[in-house]
C-alpha cells in the first residue's frame, strides 16, 4: 500500500514513512507512480533536518534503483529463451513486467516515472548538505551519466537537462579536488563498466589492454551472451561515454587497462548501432589520448585494422539507414585517428600513409561499390572533401581519381534530380583547388568538362528549384577559382575561348 504524504505529516516520521515507502509492493507502473508522487508530496511539503539523514539517503538510493534504466530497451539476446524483461533491476519488481509488445502508452508511462524520478534527486540535491557526501556516490553519478545522451530511447530533453543540472551541482565542489575526481573515475570505471565487460574482453588485448604479440584464440561462451552489457545493461555505453569526456591524459595513462578493453569490445560488436557508438566513443578518447601511448601500446593500429573493413559496409549487403551513419562514423574516427597516432606534417610520412589507406580502401572502393546510390555517393563525396582538407597538398597523388569521380558526377545525365550530390562534389572540387592547385591546372579538361556540362543542363531548365539554383552558384564560385588557378596560362585561356566561342551559354561563366 502506498504510503500518505500530507502537509500534516509531521516530519518526524519521515523515516517510518520511507520504510513503507520502500517495503510496499511495486507491482506494477502504477504502483511505482503513486509511490513516487508521495515522495514528491512528502519532500515538497516538510523542511528536513540532519536527524533524517539515513532516511534521505535510503529514499536516494531507492530512487537511482527505480529510475536507472535496465534491459527494458536492451536488445534481445539471440540465445535467450526469455522474451520478456523487467522494469528496474530491484527484487521487488519481479512481478512487473514490461514486454516488448507493450503500448506507446506503457513505455511513455515508464520513460515519465524516470524524469519524475530525476526531479525528485534534483529536490534532494538542495538537501545535499544533510547527507555529509562529498565526493558524491558513484552510483549516483552512474545513474544521473546513463541520461547524458538525449539520443537513448530512455532519455527525454527533460530528463536529459535534470540529470545535466544535477551533475552539474554535484561534480562543481570537485574542480579544485583533482584526487576525489580521479577517485570518482575508477570507481565508475572499475565497479561499474569493467564487471560488465568481462567475459568479452577482446583476445588480441594483453590484460595490461597492450597489444598482445600471440593473441589467444577466440573462447567466447556463447551461452554468456545473455549476461552480457548488451543485453542487460545497454546505459552502461553512455555512462562510459561520460566517463570518457571527462578523461585527462593523466587519467587515461593511469587507467588505460580500464578504458580500452570496454572500447574495444563496443566498437568490435556486432551490432551497426554499437558500431557507430563505438566510433563516437573514440573520437572521444582520441581528443585528449597522449600520441605516444597510442603507438607504445600498439592500440593505434588495433583500432586502424578495426575500422578500416567498416568503410566497405555498403548496400546492398548493409541496408542503406544502417551504412551511411556508419560509415559517417567510421570516416570522422579513422582521420581523427590518423592524425592523433602521428601529429605534426612530416613529409611523406606516416600519417599521410594512414590517410592514402583511408582513400584507396575507402573512396575508390567505396565510389565503386556505391552504384547508383546517389545517399552514400553524396556522403563519399563529403568524406573525400574531409581528406582532401586533412591531407591538403599531399593529395595531389590522388587527382587522378578524384577529378575523374567529380566530373562523372557532374556530367551524369540525371544529376540535377538529386543537388545535394552536385553541391557534395562541388565542395570536393573547391578543396582540391585550394589544396592540390600546383597539379590541378594540368587536369584543367576533367574540372572543365564536370562544371561546363553541369552548367549548360542547368541553363536549359525553364523553372529552377532553389537547390539547383544554389548549385548554379556554386559552378559560378569553382569556375572563377579555376581562372585564377590557371592564371595567364596561354594554353588554359586559349581554351577556355574556345569553349566560350562553342557554346553562348558559356559566355557569363567563362568570362577570362
Not at 509531521?10 to 508521495?38: G, H, M, R
Not at 572521444?284 to 597510442?294: H, M, R
Not at 582538407?389 to 569521380?405: A, E, F, Q
Request: overall charge negative.
Amino acid at each position: 500500500m502506498t504510503p500518505k504524504a500530507t502537509a500534516n505529516t509531521n516530519p518526524q516520521d519521515f523515516p517510518t514513512f520511507i520504510t513503507t515507502l520502500i517495503e510496499s509492493p511495486q507491482k506494477d507502473i502504477t504502483q511505482v507512480e503513486a509511490n513516487i508522487s508521495a515522495a514528491d508530496t512528502y519532500l515538497r511539503c516538510h523542511e528536513l533536518d540532519a536527524s533524517n539523514r539515513e532516511a534521505i539517503s535510503r529514499l536516494r538510493d531507492w530512487i537511482i534503483g527505480i529510475i536507472s534504466p535496465t534491459d527494458c530497451w536492451a536488445e534481445e539476446a539471440p540465445y535467450d529463451s526469455c522474451k520478456a524483461f523487467h522494469l528496474p533491476q530491484l527484487d521487488y519488481f519481479k512481478s512487473g513486467v514490461v514486454t516488448r509488445s507493450s503500448s506507446a502508452e506503457e513505455v511513455l508511462r515508464f520513460i515519465n516515472i524516470k524524469t519524475h524520478g530525476l526531479s525528485l534527486l534534483s529536490q534532494l540535491q538542495f538537501k545535499s548538505h544533510l547527507l555529509e557526501e562529498n565526493p558524491p556516490s558513484s552510483s549516483l553519478i552512474a545513474c544521473l551519466s546513463s541520461f547524458a545522451n538525449p539520443e537513448d530511447p530512455w532519455t527525454n530533453s527533460q530528463s536529459y537537462n535534470l540529470a545535466n543540472g544535477i551533475l552539474s551541482h554535484s561534480l562543481k565542489n570537485l574542480t579544485d579536488k583533482p584526487k576525489d575526481f580521479e577517485n570518482l573515475i575508477l570507481q565508475l570505471l572499475s565497479t561499474h563498466i569493467k564487471p560488465l565487460f568481462l567475459k568479452s574482453a577482446p583476445p588480441i588485448l594483453t590484460p595490461a589492454a597492450r597489444k598482445a604479440i600471440s593473441p589467444l584464440p577466440d573462447t567466447t561462451d556463447f551461452s554468456s551472451f545473455t549476461n552480457s552489457w548488451k543485453y542487460h545493461s545497454p546505459h552502461i555505453v553512455t555512462i562510459f561515454q561520460w566517463v570518457l569526456s571527462h578523461l585527462t591524459p593523466s587519467l587515461i595513462s593511469a587507467h588505460w587497462p580500464l578504458i580500452i578493453p570496454p572500447l574495444l569490445t563496443i566498437i568490435d560488436d556486432i551490432s551497426i548501432a554499437y558500431k557507430i557508438r563505438g566510433c563516437h566513443l573514440l573520437r572521444l578518447l582520441l581528443k585528449v589520448v597522449p600520441a605516444s601511448l597510442l603507438e607504445r601500446s600498439g592500440l593505434g593500429k588495433i583500432f586502424h585494422d578495426t575500422l578500416i573493413p567498416y568503410l566497405l559496409y555498403l548496400p546492398q549487403l548493409t541496408p542503406e539507414e544502417e551504412s551511411i551513419p556508419l560509415l559517417d562514423a567510421t570516416y570522422d574516427a579513422l582521420i581523427a585517428l590518423s592524425l592523433a597516432r602521428y601529429p605534426g606534417c612530416e613529409k611523406g610520412g606516416s600519417k599521410v600513409k594512414a590517410l592514402d589507406t583511408i582513400f584507396r580502401y575507402g573512396i575508390i572502393k567505396g565510389h565503386a561499390h556505391a552504384g547508383e546510390n546517389v545517399r552514400i555517393a553524396e556522403l563519399l563525396m563529403k568524406k573525400c572533401e574531409d581528406l582532401v582538407n586533412t591531407m591538403r597538398v599531399y593529395s595531389v597523388k590522388h587527382l587522378k581519381d578524384i577529378l575523374p569521380m567529380i566530373s562523372a558526377t557532374l556530367t551524369a545525365p540525371f544529376a540535377l534530380a538529386y543537388p545535394p550530390l552536385l553541391m557534395a562534389a562541388l565542395g570536393t572540387l573547391k578543396a582540391v583547388i585550394c589544396n592540390a592547385w600546383p597539379r590541378a591546372g594540368c587536369h584543367r579538361g576533367d574540372v572543365l568538362e564536370g562544371l561546363v556540362v553541369c552548367w549548360c543542363r542547368i541553363e536549359d531548365e525553364e523553372r529552377l528549384s532553389e537547390e539547383v539554383s544554389k548549385v548554379k552558384e556554386g559552378i559560378e564560385v569553382i569556375v572563377q577559382a579555376v581562372v585564377k588557378m590557371l592564371g595567364e596560362d596561354g594554353d588554359a585561356r586559349r581554351d577556355l575561348k574556345i569553349l566560350r566561342d562553342h557554346d553562348p551559354r558559356l559566355g557569363v561563366l567563362l568570362t577570362v
